[in-house]
């Protein structure tokens, strides 16, 4: 059973703080790795993707990859309260799209 | 905005009733995923739909069926509703099948309570 492990949380910060976010897979056969955001009683919405070691870049949005420990985080620089949502990582392996996605970490980012 | 469009938006069924759901992937996208995702917890693959054939299957019982037609769009059928159905199900699409880079662009959902 391939599986992805994520705290539930919730992780509370103050606005303006980093916050970071944590995810295992199982699988060493995964190649793909996405972070999606989800506000509560809406579709998961992509943040970011990555595919090799090391880190990615995005905006405020940073995730990093370790494949040798089969872990994969995202760092959120200057948390606002409008991060405040449900963070879902999802890995998939080569010549497969099937995301196998962790239980979600919701993050709290107070005013 | 994905462009995906599911509908309907929420629906209520009883126990033994049978429930299609429906999904329009967005412009360019061949593919088309469905994803379970129950109340704290995470999606869970259904299947997936490649030019109008299923191209691979998640842990659900046959009576989770499914279709593609010629424009992408994508239905999902479940028959003998039982009340662990209720969930958020989810309509993901994709422009290529077997790329596992390639992004996965999620619909708004449709919400189905089972009773």
């Known amino acids: 059973q391939k599986e992805v492990e994520q705290n539930s949380g919730p992780l509370s910060v103050p606005e303006g703080a980093i916050a970071s976010l944590n995810c295992t897979y199982s699988?060493?056969?995964?190649?793909?790795f996405f972070w999606y955001r989800q506000y509560s009683g809406k579709s998961p919405e992509l943040i970011m993707s990555?595919?090799?070691?090391g880190d990615k870049e995005d905006g405020r949005f940073t995730a990093q990859l370790n494949k040798a420990s089969q872990y994969v985080s995202l760092l959120i620089r200057d948390s606002q309260p409008s991060d405040s949502a449900t963070y879902l990582c999802?890995?998939?392996?080569?010549?497969?799209?099937?995301?196998?996605f962790g239980t979600g970490t919701r993050l709290l980012v107070s005013p | 905005e994905t462009g995906v469009t599911q509908s309907p938006t929420h629906l209520i069924k009883t126990r033994g009733q049978q429930v299609t759901l429906r999904c329009s992937s967005q412009?360019?996208?061949?593919?088309v995923s469905w994803y379970q995702q129950a109340l704290g917890q995470g999606p869970q693959f259904i299947f997936q739909?490649?030019?109008?054939?299923?191209?691979g299957r998640g842990n659900f019982p046959p009576r989770f069926s499914g279709l593609q037609f010629p424009n992408y769009s994508s239905e999902l059928n479940v028959n003998a509703l039982e009340l662990d159905d209720s969930a958020l199900y989810l309509c993901?699409?994709?422009?290529?099948?077997?790329?596992?880079?390639?992004?996965?662009?999620f619909g708004p959902g449709t919400r189905l309570t089972v009773l």
């Open positions: 993901a699409s994709s422009r290529r099948s077997g790329i596992s880079t390639d992004t996965q662009y």
């Open positions: 699988d060493r056969g995964s190649q793909s």
């Open positions: 990555i595919y090799s070691n």
């Open positions: 999802a890995v998939s392996e080569e010549g497969f799209q099937k995301l196998v």
């Open positions: 412009s360019g996208h061949n593919t």
């Open positions: 739909y490649y030019r109008e054939e299923e191209n």
